[in-house]
């Protein structure tokens, strides 16, 4: 270990040296990076795949669809509109400060670290990658030990197009990842837990670095008694989807639970189990299409989830598990207990605990009763239910009539608050994560309001006054002697 | 024998007066606390009726720990979550009627401020009016002006991956936020956040300097009367109210001051998970080209330097470089525009702010006494210890590696360093610590472009200082030592919201292509669709795909 920290810290000096030399600064050296990372996905299409359904049983539409394509499609905009985020942009100045001008010039925040997790391992690395070399920063990546085949593949082959000098990836576990957070870094890109999400904070704060911290949460699912049975077909799909679809429900925005009317929720169900067996046929085991839980440890967990009676009482769909090939059956309940372990964390599976209420209204005091979650869905049609959801709750983003695609969208900011996270990236956004925004004044020598400086005198105050209100009017006549000074301090 | 904490003295100008303060910031020492010691058990009965004093006291047998402890601090939480939970601070209306009236307080006791800002700091009044009580105001008023359109959510497009939606970025408060500030500017450093704060509509607790304590306790009096006291409040004191704040649970905490405390408060963020604006400092540094207005430069730096706040601002010129010969041209221009503005016996003059308290008076004589320094001053240098008072005083070349060179020099002290060629400052410039602001004098388009391209600071103002401070379309923050996140105009709402995103979808536009079982034509038009390529998406759809 002495003798990797010596080496890293070899490395890094090269990096930061990098940085002060401007190299990382060039559009062209972005451009070059960004266009790697696109040969990278082309070339390595099928080992990627192919690791992905190693580490976490992923059918390779699903990879596509979560992983490989949505990076693709973050790659083809930030080379789109790199020039445009880049350039700097004026700000406006009011007429006191004649013959000067202010714009906000971006510029890299320098050296960054990003740590990234098993579930999405590939998508969750070079997302956060790839706005950081945009924004010109130099880069050490550590991907999840516990997606080995993605590591090692991002750790062997991706360095083979990018600059080796300005973009390191390091593997490793927790040991490692303790070393390298004892470095000085001018940026931490993290996704995880809230538990480590602290320690990442915390040893921060010793080097003043700022944090991006992408936790998760228990994200609900608010389903309203819709009439029509194409709108109840398609929110159920979408749910379904959300929740089994997408790494077997271990995503930080998968459904965690979700909440229904009393009076709706048979349906429901039963409407569940139909489109649940039209997605994934009579043995889910088989389909392919569902992901596999990572390792034993989760595995392990998700079981104990279930081993309360009362939970397992609820149980009224699925709930077969295979420890050798790591499967869980996607898994319904009803109204386990609201203090059960399944209701009090976040669960990273394929179990759906479905909460029953009396109005569909009382989710947002059922949502706000609880820490804020990353996502909240809704489906609903009521315009009115709709305003009180985004008013009165609080989440990193509320999707109505839809679940996870918020993930896809490249306009607006994805990312937490409270126990959910600190900070947000995505399409511009991961631009300015990685970004300083400098503010830049430019004065002539030629205008200076000569009561700027001492000795003071009450005159001089009510032109400062004036000038304050931009009352140039009022400027003028106090100049010309016509206005009299109100002011008479006497303080000493 | 009975101690009563003196905590309690609020209000009571005799308190006031004997409490001598002696303090360093926080963590250096635990002024304000004035213990009075009474040998009689009937204490309140034997204070004099006329007594100002308004305040109840209680008596304990111990050590009186009548101050602020986590427990206060915790119930001071719980109520202001209360209100900020009840809705009301996010209501427009509510955040107009606080802004209007920390204006109208503004306003009506603009003389009580400056009378507090020259007890704390001998400020000179002008310079209390233009750089805390006028940026204050227009800092609430641009606010009042602007709010309705901070607070309306942000139509944004939607792509091709998500299409049919709309989408909306929506401005929601944090919740309940501290807001710690600190003694150079204390009135302005205290309300300027808070106004964010509360436009952004959250619940506040201010915890004004205990350096600056005649600010202090006029905040914590004000407040009351012109704020809505069920989500606005004010704690004073020092290390142990501070730590007892820190302990909260918070949704933001929003600190100015030096690096060592935004550490620590960094720290107690990061067990809540609580995000933070840090406004710290840095040395500063002035580039000067010797092609540039002799006049206008050395007056622009005097501003940016003795007429701010004797040099004691986070923003202020720290130190100067520029080339050997043209450094005795500025220096004699220095001279003659401080002779300008102070007159002859700068130690006479009322127009600068005198050294906050002796521990800072001390800090600065130890620069200027270090043994390679003291040779070096060219300009000033006289002190007057009783009046806490340092002449500006102008060193050249001092060694580099002095502690005047290393540490933030937050007074009237001004190195200035030589280079050969103005390029090699650049370097110099960059080996220290990211500044809270760099400025450059120059008439050379080169010099100018190549600055604001390589020097990394919180803002550059070329041919002036300070300036960018009072632009409201610019963020004002640090980077690196000198800190993160930004305020300042619509930043300062920013920096007290959350940007939540809001995507509206409807029950049509359904693709099969999205759910299992997976086949290999849906991953085709997956693929079209995500490159936005719509006639791939046009044959992926008539199934003209070959697998």
Not at chain 1, 213 to 237: M, T, Y
Not at chain 2, 186 to 197: C, Q, T, W
């Amino acid at each position: 270990m002495d003798k990797f920290m010596i080496d890293l810290e070899t490395d890094l000096e090269v990096m930061r040296e990098c940085c002060r030399s401007g190299k990382t600064k060039e559009a062209s050296w972005r451009r070059s990076q960004l266009k790697g990372l696109q040969t990278f996905l082309k070339e390595n299409e099928v080992e990627i795949l192919r690791a992905l359904r190693e580490d976490l049983g992923k059918h390779y539409v699903e990879a596509f669809r979560d992983e490989v394509g949505l990076i693709k499609k973050s790659l083809n905009l930030a080379l789109k509109d790199l020039q445009k985020w880049m350039s700097s942009r004026e700000a406006k100045l009011p007429m006191i400060a004649l013959l000067s001008h202010a714009e906000l010039v971006p510029e890299p925040l320098g050296l960054v670290l990003v740590i990234s997790p098993w579930n999405f391992p590939l998508a969750l690395s070079l997302e956060p990658l790839l706005g950081a070399i945009a924004a010109g920063n130099a880069v050490v990546l550590k991907p999840s030990e516990m997606a080995p085949a993605c590591s090692s593949l991002l750790f062997n082959t991706l360095p083979n197009y990018l600059d080796n000098e300005t973009i390191k990836v390091i593997e490793g576990g927790p040991a490692v990842g303790e070393q390298l957070l004892l470095k000085k870094w001018d940026k931490i890109f993290f996704t995880g837990s809230a538990r480590v999400g602290r320690i990442v904070m915390s040893a921060a704060a010793k080097h003043l670095t700022p944090v991006t911290l992408e936790l998760g949460g228990k994200c609900p699912a608010v389903l309203d008694s819709l009439s029509w049975s194409w709108d109840k077909e398609v929110a159920v799909n979408r749910i379904i989807g959300a929740k089994y679809g997408s790494c077997a429900g271990q995503a930080c925005i998968s459904v965690d639970y979700l909440l229904v009317e009393k009076a709706f929720s048979s349906a429901v169900v039963e409407l569940m189990k139909v489109l649940i067996k039209k997605m994934y046929r009579d043995n889910p085991l088989e389909s392919q299409s569902v992901g596999r839980i990572v390792n034993k440890h989760h595995f392990l967990r998700l079981k104990n989830l279930l081993t309360d009676k009362m939970v397992k009482d609820s149980i009224v769909y699925g709930g077969s598990m295979d420890e050798d090939s790591l499967f869980i059956e996607p898994t319904i309940l009803v109204d386990p207990p609201r203090d059960s372990t399944i209701m009090t964390e976040e669960i990273f599976g394929p179990l759906l605990p479905i909460i029953t209420l009396d109005k569909i209204e009382d989710s947002i005091d059922f949502i706000n009763a609880r820490p804020k979650p990353l996502a909240i869905y809704a489906f609903t049609k009521n315009e009115a239910f709709r305003r009180r959801m985004v008013s009165q709750t609080s989440s990193g983003a509320v999707v109505f009539n839809d679940a996870i695609i918020q993930y896809a969208a490249d306009t607006i900011p994805f990312g937490g608050i409270g126990e959910s996270g600190i900070g947000n990236y995505h399409g511009k956004f991961s631009f300015d994560t990685f970004s300083h925004y400098k503010a830049v004044v430019r004065r002539s020598f030629l205008t200076d309001f000569w009561f700027r400086f001492p000795p003071w005198n009450n005159y001089k105050l009510e032109l400062f006054e004036t000038a304050y209100n931009y009352d140039y009017f009022g400027m003028l006549l106090v100049i010309l002697g016509l206005k009299r000074s109100r002011r008479r301090f006497d303080v000493r | 024998m009975i101690i009563v904490s003196a905590g309690l003295f609020k209000d009571c100008g005799r308190c006031f007066k004997s409490s001598s303060i002696v303090g360093a910031g926080l963590g250096d020492t635990l002024a304000y606390h004035h213990t009075y010691k009474i040998n009689q058990v009937s204490f309140s009965s034997s204070i004099p009726s006329s007594s100002y004093c308004r305040a109840t006291l209680s008596i304990t047998m111990e050590e009186a720990k009548q101050t602020f402890d986590v427990d206060k601090a915790a119930v001071l939480v719980k109520e202001l979550r209360k209100a900020f939970t009840s809705g009301k601070t996010k209501s427009y209306e509510w955040r107009m009627s606080q802004l209007e009236s920390i204006s109208k307080m503004i306003d009506e006791k603009e003389k009580e401020i400056i009378e507090a800002l020259h007890k704390d700091l001998s400020k000179p009044e002008l310079e209390a009016f233009v750089s805390e009580i006028s940026m204050t105001k227009s800092s609430c008023k641009l606010a009042l002006k602007e709010l309705k359109h901070w607070m309306m959510p942000k139509k944004v497009e939607t792509s091709m991956a998500t299409y049919p939606s709309s989408a909306e970025i929506v401005s929601e408060p944090l919740g309940v936020v501290l807001v710690i500030s600190t003694w150079n500017f204390p009135f302005l450093l205290s309300l300027d956040p808070v106004i964010g704060a509360i436009a952004a509509g959250n619940a506040v607790v201010l915890k004004p300097s205990e350096i600056a304590p005649a600010t202090s306790s006029l905040l914590s009096r004000l407040l009351v009367e012109y704020a809505d006291e069920s989500a606005i409040r004010v704690v004073e004191g020092a290390v142990v109210e501070t730590s007892a704040l820190l302990e909260q649970k918070w949704d933001k905490i929003f600190f100015t001051g030096g690096a060592r405390v935004g550490h620590i408060v960094m720290t107690a963020a990061a067990k809540h998970l609580t995000p933070v604006t840090l406004e710290l400092g840095g040395k500063c540094p002035v580039l000067v080209d010797s092609n540039v207005d002799l006049q206008v430069t050395a007056r622009r730096i005097v501003a940016g330097k003795w007429a701010c706040n004797n040099g004691q601002a986070c923003i202020g010129v720290d130190y100067i470089i520029t080339t050997k010969d043209f450094a005795t041209k500025l220096i004699g221009a220095l001279r003659s525009v401080l002779e300008e503005c102070f007159g002859k016996d700068p130690m006479e003059s009322k127009d600068r702010s005198r050294i906050v308290n002796s521990f800072h008076f001390m800090r600065l004589v130890n620069l200027l006494d270090e043994d390679k320094v003291s040779d070096k001053i060219v300009v000033g240098g006289q002190r007057d210890r009783s009046q806490l008072q340092i002449a500006p005083t102008i060193l050249l070349d001092v060694p580099e590696d002095s502690l005047i060179m290393q540490e933030e020099i937050f007074g009237p002290l001004l190195p200035i360093m030589t280079v050969e060629k103005l390029e090699d400052a650049f370097d110099m410039i960059n080996r220290k610590p990211k500044a809270l602001a760099a400025y450059l004098f120059s008439d050379d388009e080169q010099i100018k472009r190549k600055f604001v391209q390589n020097v990394s600071a919180g803002g550059i103002a070329i041919n002036d200082t300070i300036l960018q401070l009072a632009v409201p379309t610019l963020p004002f923050g640090g980077v690196g030592e000198s800190g993160m996140g930004s305020y300042h105009g619509k930043f300062s709402f920013d920096a007290f919201s959350h940007n939540k995103a809001v995507l509206y979808r409807s029950f049509a536009g359904e693709s099969p292509t999205r759910y299992p079982p997976y086949t290999p034509g849906k991953q085709k038009q997956m693929k079209a669709l995500i490159s936005g390529d719509v006639f791939n998406i046009m044959l992926a759809l008539l199934g003209w795909f070959k697998n």
